[in-house]
């Protein structure tokens, strides 16, 4: 295969595609011969506002390399705005082969202060916004026998984070909605694979800074570019990586890491079943010894990128 074909005739949906993490995906992805809708509602950080600009320079990124773009400004978290990005892949381009669910806000708050609207606006964008997105192009990825998924997911939610219990579900969620995909898509010659990225973008200037720790946990990732992590999703949509689904990938720099998946640590039997006293002075005090600490992902990614 020829570098730069390898996704050539995929048309692509590349959700929050207009900074970061997405913008560097969809402009990867073109690189590699896909035509691609790229959305971006344009907001802060947060998900107050909108803003065309965005989405229209990636367009132009992506046109002034020859590729080809068209740019879409809705929010994902509308079920039947998603419905028409896919309409518009498939208007403008013929086909939606793509869908990568990357769009994305934080409100980071302790969880005794978090608002129901800090937990719907995020919930919203990343959950749903990616259920959307992929119930509208699951009925062309059936008709078609065909079709791959990327979802963003995170290690605040695969491993812990302080302040991002919003964030933290909806990344899980995320998790979990990629597993199914995959499972009631495998039959349609469908597959589903997740991303756990560490990149600098504006998103992580947000993280909280106040302590020397946090200060130089984000001088490490601003080491980490956007554009090490389009090349995993690139590779993850092209025909040739056809068994690869169901699985997190997290990707720094030059690391690639296959995450593990739940599955049981430590079984304790009891013939004539269990008591609550017996449980607390037998079963919990056997599986101590497994349990797992209140790490968060700086505690399980300890050394620099490389
Ligand atoms: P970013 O803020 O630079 O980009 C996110 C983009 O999503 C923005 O351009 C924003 O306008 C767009 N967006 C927000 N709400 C939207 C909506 N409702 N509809 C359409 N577009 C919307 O952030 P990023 O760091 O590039 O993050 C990209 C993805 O990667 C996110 O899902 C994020 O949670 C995930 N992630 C990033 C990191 C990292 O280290 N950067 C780590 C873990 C996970």
């Known amino acids: 295969m020829s570098e730069g074909k390898m996704l050539d005739g995929k048309v692509a949906l590349v959700t929050g595609a207009g900074r970061g993490v997405g913008a560097e995906i969809a ?9 691609v809708i790229v959305n971006d509602l344009g907001g802060t950080a947060d998900g107050e506002g909108a803003d ?7 367009v132009k990124a992506i046109r002034d390399a020859g590729g080809e773009a068209e740019a879409n400004f809705d929010s994902v978290s509308d079920f039947n705005a998603a419905q028409k990005m896919v309409d518009q892949a498939v208007d403008t381009f013929g086909s939606i082969d793509i869908i990568v669910n990357n769009a994305g806000i934080l409100r980071d708050v302790i969880f005794h202060k978090m608002t129901e609207d800090d937990w719907d606006s995020v ?7 990616s259920f959307n997105t992929s119930r509208a192009a699951a009925t062309h990825f059936r008709e078609q026998g065909s079709g791959a998924f990327v979802h963003m997911t995170s290690t605040s939610g695969l491993i812990g984070n302080f302040g991002q219990a919003n964030y933290a579900a909806a990344k899980l969620g995320i998790v979990g909605l990629s597993k199914s995909l995959a499972l009631d898509m495998s039959r349609f010659g469908v597959r589903s694979n997740c991303i756990s990225p560490f990149a600098w973008s504006r998103m992580i200037g947000t993280i909280p800074m106040s302590t020397p720790e946090e200060k130089a946990r984000v001088e490490k990732i601003k080491q980490m570019t956007p554009d090490k992590i389009a090349v995993v999703a690139a590779a993850l949509c092209a025909d040739t990586a056809h068994n690869v689904t169901g699985q997190v990938f997290a990707v720094r720099n030059n690391e690639i890491f ?7 640590l430590r079984g304790m039997q ?3 079943g269990w008591t609550p006293e017996s449980i607390v002075d037998h079963a919990f005090p056997a599986m101590a010894p497994n349990f797992y600490p209140l790490d968060r992902s700086a505690d399980v990614f300890t050394w620099d990128p490389v």
């Open 52 to 58: 065309q600009i965005p989405a229209m320079e990636t």
């Open 258 to 264: 296959l995450m593990s998946q739940h599955r049981p």
């Open 27 to 35: 402009k990867m992805m073109a690189s590699r011969g896909a035509k």
């Open 123 to 129: 919930i919203n964008v990343h959950l749903k916004g």
């Open 270 to 272: 009891e013939g004539a």
